[in-house]
Nanobody, 120 residues
Framework: QVQLVESGGGLVQAGGSLRLSCAASGSFLSINLMGWYRQAPGKQRELVATIAPGGYSNYADSMKGRFTISRDNAKNTVYLQMDSLLPEDTAVYYC??????????????WGQGTQVTVSS
């Protein structure tokens, strides 16, 4: 069974930085797109950034220049470096990944989420 486990969330002051990690574990053949999403209280889940296996990345406009997504394919891990954090970045951050199972089926998997709180 595939699992995505996030880590690195916490409480930080405005202007500070955090680095989130998300590692995929279990039995699978390959990982395609990996990404980060977030959900603030009372709001819908929104895209933060995605990254393809070759490193091509895509960001939501409000995160460009402040957040950096990266991945280590050998470790099946995706990272999110968050700098110049703002109080409005407060949310639960979720990673996801498109993973090819042993049955040759692509499925999208989600992590359990990690809380990021930015104080003003």
């Amino acid at each position: 069974q595939v699992q995505l486990v996030e880590s690195g969330g916490g409480l930080v002051q405005a202007g500070g930085s955090l680095r989130l990690s998300c590692a995929a574990s279990g039995s699978f053949l390959s990982i395609n797109l990996m990404g980060w999403y977030r959900q603030a209280p009372g709001k819908q889940r929104e895209l933060v950034a995605t990254i393809a296996p070759g490193g091509y990345s895509n960001y939501a406009d409000s995160m460009k220049g402040r957040f950096t997504i990266s991945r280590d394919n050998a470790k099946n891990t995706v990272y999110l470096q968050m700098d110049s954090l703002l109080p409005e970045d407060t949310a639960v951050y979720y990673c996801n990944a498109d993973i090819l199972s042993g049955r040759l089926q692509w499925n999208t998997h989600w992590g359990q989420g990690t809380q990021v709180t930015v104080s003003s």
